[in-house]
């Protein structure tokens, strides 16, 4: 069965760091891009940016640059989205998706990030 | 990059038909877009993709025969005939644009679907 798994839910301080991770099996990890989706309570999905684990290139969407870092390790199958600084405002569900074909499949359960002081 | 609209909410009494829309933005009529099927408390998951000629490739997995597609001008529908419980979720329509550097990804704001 192809599934991503997410690492749990995080409760940090505003200006503290964070890394989560995603890890796919059942398929040839290095074979599909993962991309990062964002949800921000009561919202819909933004897209963050997209990773190819087979070389570590990545894009990110124009609001998201410079916000967050995504990067991956092809040997244990594992992408991450990570913060050097959270903003209480990066408070969402975290989703990461393989892109399969042209499309989002399967998602990640999702971890929610919870920023507050 | 186009914008994708969808109405907030819409609604349906069990075992009745519905059909969500998703509308591209103006100079993106030939844009395919995937549906995403997303219940309370979970992820997304893949429904389908749909262009002017109707469904891209397969449907997700699991996706009953009751939910079809359609795609007009700027307009892609979802349909959901039979409508059961499990069926109440938020729907998101998606579609890329660009390529390498260049690439993203837009969503629409989703539409609510309550079963009655």
């Known amino acids: 069965e192809v599934q991503l798994v997410q690492s749990g839910a995080e409760v940090k301080k505003p200006g503290e760091s964070l890394r989560i991770s995603c890890k796919g099996s059942?398929?040839?990890?290095?074979?599909?891009?993962i991309s990062w989706v964002r949800q921000m309570p009561g919202k819909g999905l933004e897209w963050m940016g997209r990773i190819d684990p087979s070389d570590s290139y990545t894009n990110y969407s124009p609001s998201f640059q410079g916000h967050v870092t995504i990067s991956a390790d092809k040997s244990i199958s594992t992408a991450y989205l990570q913060w050097s600084s959270l903003k209480a405002s990066d408070t969402a569900m975290y989703y990461c998706?393989?892109?399969?074909?042209?499309?989002?499949?399967?998602w990640g359960q999702g971890t929610l990030v919870t920023v507050s002081s | 990059q186009p914008v994708l609209t969808q109405p907030p909410s819409a609604s349906a009494s069990l075992g009745a038909s519905v059909t969500l829309t998703c509308t591209l933005s103006s100079g993106y009529s030939n844009y395919k877009v995937d549906w995403y099927q997303q219940r309370p408390g979970k992820g997304p998951r893949f429904v389908m993709r749909v262009g002017t000629g109707g469904i891209v490739g397969s449907k997700g997995d699991g996706i009953p025969d009751r939910f079809s597609v359609l795609g007009s001008g700027l307009n892609r529908y979802l349909t959901i005939k039979n409508i059961q419980e499990e069926d109440e979720s938020d729907y998101h329509c998606?579609?890329?644009?660009?390529?390498?550097?260049?690439?993203?990804?837009?969503f629409g704001g989703g539409t609510k679907l309550t079963v009655l």
């Open positions: 059942g398929y040839s990890f290095t074979s599909y891009w």
């Open positions: 998706a393989r892109l399969d074909f042209d499309w989002f499949d399967p």
């Open positions: 998606g579609a890329d644009h660009g390529s390498g550097s260049n690439f993203t990804w837009v």
